[in-house]
């Protein structure tokens, strides 16, 4: 996997930097800092052309899996 590149956000964001493609990205997550439970996450997306991985500064936290 290519080394992560920061992309701003502008308008409607649908091209990919690198390589030009423009029908938008495949999505991954990836843990960040741990908050507590270790549920701290970067949303990172990846061009489904080239596959260099953009951050664009989406974080989120995931609740806690209750496990059965
Ligand atoms: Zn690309």
């Known amino acids: 996997m290519a080394e992560t590149r920061q992309m701003q956000v502008a308008n409607w964001q649908h091209k990919c930097a690198q390589c030009g493609?423009?029908?938008g990205f495949h999505v991954s997550f990836r843990r960040t800092t741990r908050d507590e439970q270790g549920n701290d996450v970067a949303i990172v997306l990846i061009c489904p052309s080239c596959s260099t991985?953009?951050?664009?500064g989406l974080k989120?936290?995931?609740?806690?899996?209750?496990q059965a």
């Open 21 to 23: 493609y423009e029908n």
């Open 53 to 56: 991985p953009f951050d664009i």
């Open 60 to 66: 989120t936290r995931l609740s806690p899996q209750v």
